[in-house]
T-cell receptor, first 112, second 113 residues
């Protein structure tokens, strides 16, 4: 089955700096890559996603890039704010579109 | 996106008992899923709740332990049976609203003593 690895496990940045979280996957058939943000005690929220036919997608301060050849994708957050502090999960979805394989999560701390 | 609710939001149960968690969606959805999130961990898919047929379970999860019902396109239940402290987790339902996109319910925080 698919194996998704996520790094780093924790990330601390100063407010206004950029943050980058990276994920790799093993199944070349995976074709959908969502990112979820989970604040403490809250549900995971879909913040951005990318499909395999696209190399990059942006939504205001967040962007996701995908390198299918290398089988890795990344989340980029620019101009970080304290409210960006949360745990971020990547996931990969393959030929069996029901099954999301989640990364282990990255705890982002944005220091004011 | 659809409004997803879960009941109860949290519970404390004694070992050996069972708890049924409800997931309600305000619109009809084809795909509903149940996940477990152990403390400080990632999300693990328990099963896909199929309307009108038996749920599809992932490796490591069995129907006797986690029976699931899906009587219609807006509702599903997950039962955690014969609970032990290792079942203490957050249980989340999710729905697929468009191709691939999944949205999560608020979760049920279960503590087994």
């Amino acid at each position: 089955g698919e194996n998704v690895e996520q790094h780093p496990s924790t990330l601390s940045v100063q407010e206004g700096d950029s943050a980058v979280i990276k994920c790799t996957y093993s199944d070349s058939a995976s074709n959908y890559f969502p990112w979820y943000k989970q604040e403490l005690g809250k549900r995971p929220q879909l913040i951005i996603d990318i499909r395999s036919n696209v190399g990059e997608k942006k939504d205001q301060r967040i962007a996701v890039t995908l390198n299918k050849t290398a089988k890795h994708f990344s989340l980029h957050i620019t101009e970080t704010q304290p409210e960006d502090s949360a745990v971020y999960f990547c996931a990969a979805v393959g030929y069996n579109f029901n099954k999301f394989y989640f990364g282990s999560g990255t705890k982002l701390n944005v220091k004011p | 996106s659809a409004v997803i609710s879960q009941k109860p939001s949290r519970d404390i149960c004694q070992r050996g008992t069972s708890l049924t968690i409800q997931c309600q969606v305000d619109s009809q959805v084809t795909m509903m899923f149940w996940y477990r999130q152990q403390p400080g961990q990632s999300l693990t898919l328990i099963a896909t709740a199929n309307q009108g047929s038996e749920a599809t379970y992932e490796s490591g999860f069995v129907i006797d332990k986690f029976p699931i019902s899906r009587p219609n396109l807006t509702f599903s239940t997950l039962t955690v049976s014969n609970m032990s402290p290792e079942d203490s987790s957050i249980y989340l339902c999710s729905v697929e609203e468009s191709v691939y996109e999944q949205y999560f319910g608020p979760g049920t925080r279960l503590t087994v003593t």
